[in-house]
């Protein structure tokens, strides 16, 4: 009989390193979140890659015993993990590949994995491929979305090949698989696992970009026909905007908390305003962020040009958009404003159970993509937690008391042994005596033939 499966996902981003549970029971394919857990990691990753492995590995321990504290997970213990992978130096490189035939033949998977491996060969001085995205088919010369048992002989294929700087990948292996132990299942491309949850599929085949606005960075994922065209990973994110803030002679952390609260990126919104906050005027500081984001807007919407396709007539489906930056006020109305395309919020939350509200907050939409992305790929009779056995703890007096208890029930055994052996050993020489008469007396009465 299946038993219920647990799903583990982390992501270790610019600000925060997330982690998040949850379940899926056997009688069903639904998924029900257990819990999300997370450690604060400024300045421990830059641009969505490590540069304290040693601050960063005890942020994942605690993160990680977190959630095996939760009522709902404990006693088990977590043994195996989905690990979201983005940053700064991640996009797609488009590559093609081809097989020509001695004679007509049937395209089988294996012949797509040929291709494949054939694009994997492609050497990217100083970066890693990611993941292997197939673009387009060409059957002969007729293009192909499911090419698998035609016969050509000629067969083709387009990949983007999702590349990243080495250092990426390498930084988050000695954290987990070396430092850690933990058995890492899969590095997931962190906004084609998003995509595929808070875009819809009509959206993704009609044309549509994911802007997923984090802390330090902010990554374009441009979709249409249903796949992916276009990612680049952008060194601008909302922390960007927080520092800008601080040349008004004010902390970070109060930066940031004037920003969320009393900051707006819309032109205007804040004339004339004479509110301030612990001295700091808000038409100052939105000033700021109006200059800012206006900045991060045009360097989305040239993201489109560098794809190769037209703002205007190429997205029809408009722009989702992702993240914790993504809660700044006005931003919406911005890049509305800027592009003339359909703005709207992501979500995770229509296909897996949360337990909180909070939960289905903008920036813990990639942590969800990841879970839901992990219990696909997760085989059906497997699971990232195992159970344990609940083992009684005492106290030293206690453990003192049993031993003194053992060592006095040893005793008690031996003198016990020496005494039957002993008694053995007298009973032993008595019955040998006796013998030894009965036999002398027979010798006495016997008569003598001679």
């Known amino acids: 009989m299946r038993k219920d499966q647990y799903i583990v996902a982390l992501e270790i981003g610019s600000s925060k390193i997330i982690g998040a549970v949850a379940k899926r029971a056997a009688d069903n394919q639904h998924l029900s979140l257990l819990g999300i857990e997370e450690e604060r990691a400024t300045d421990l990753v830059r641009y969505g890659c490590i540069q304290n492995i040693e601050e960063v590995y005890n942020l994942v321990v605690k993160v990680i015993r977190k959630l095996e504290n939760r009522a709902a997970v404990s006693p088990r213990k977590i043994k195996s993990i989905f690990v979201g992978i983005g940053g700064r130096s991640m996009r797609a490189v488009q590559q093609e590949a081809d097989i020509t035939f001695n004679e ?3 395209i089988t998977d294996d012949n797509i994995r040929s291709l494949k491996n054939q694009v994997r060969r492609e050497q990217f001085q100083g970066f890693d491929v990611l993941s292997t995205v197939p673009r387009r088919y060409v059957v002969d010369k007729t293009e192909s979305k499911q090419p698998v048992g035609t016969i050509a002989n000629h067969f083709s294929a387009t990949f983007n090949l999702i590349v990243a700087r080495q250092q990426l990948k390498s930084n988050l292996r000695r954290v987990l698989e070396e430092k ?11 906004p084609i696992a998003i995509a595929r949850v808070a875009m819809t599929s009509e959206e993704r085949n009609l044309g549509c970009m994911l802007v ?10 441009i979709y249409r026909g249903n796949v992916l065209v276009y990612l680049f990973d952008m060194p601008l994110g909302s922390r960007t905007i927080t520092r800008d803030i601080t040349t008004l002679n004010i902390l970070e952390e109060k930066a940031e908390e004037l920003k969320k609260t009393m900051g707006n990126a819309l032109p205007g919104a804040q004339t004339g305003s004479t509110l301030s906050v612990d001295g700091i005027s808000v038409a100052d500081a939105s000033n700021y962020i109006v200059a800012r984001t206006g900045e991060i807007v045009e360097n989305i919407v040239q993201q489109v040009s560098n794809a190769g396709l037209d703002l205007s007539s190429d997205l029809p489906a408009g722009i989702v958009l992702v993240g914790g930056g993504a809660k700044l006020n006005g931003l919406e109305q911005v890049l509305a404003e800027r592009t003339k395309l359909k703005i709207r919020k992501g979500t995770a939350g229509r296909n897996i159970d949360l337990l909180e509200s909070r939960e289905q907050g903008l920036e813990y939409v990639s942590i969800l993509s990841l879970l839901l992305e992990g219990a696909n790929r997760l085989p059906a009779d497997d699971s990232c937690c195992e159970s344990i056995q609940e083992t009684r703890t005492t106290t030293p007096e206690q453990d003192a008391e049993a031993k003194r208890k053992a060592e006095l029930e040893e005793a008690a055994k031996r003198e016990a ?17 006796t013998e030894f008469l009965k036999a002398k007396s027979a010798n006495i009465f016997e008569d003598d033939d001679e």
């Open 104 to 106: 007509p033949t049937q």
């Open 180 to 190: 850690l132990q933990m058995n890492v299942r899969s590095y997931i491309v962190t």
């Open 212 to 221: 997923d606005f984090g802390a330090e960075t902010t990554t374009v994922a």
């Open 417 to 433: 042994e020496a005494a039957a052996a002993k008694k053995s050993s007298r009973g032993g020489w008595f019955k040998r005596t």
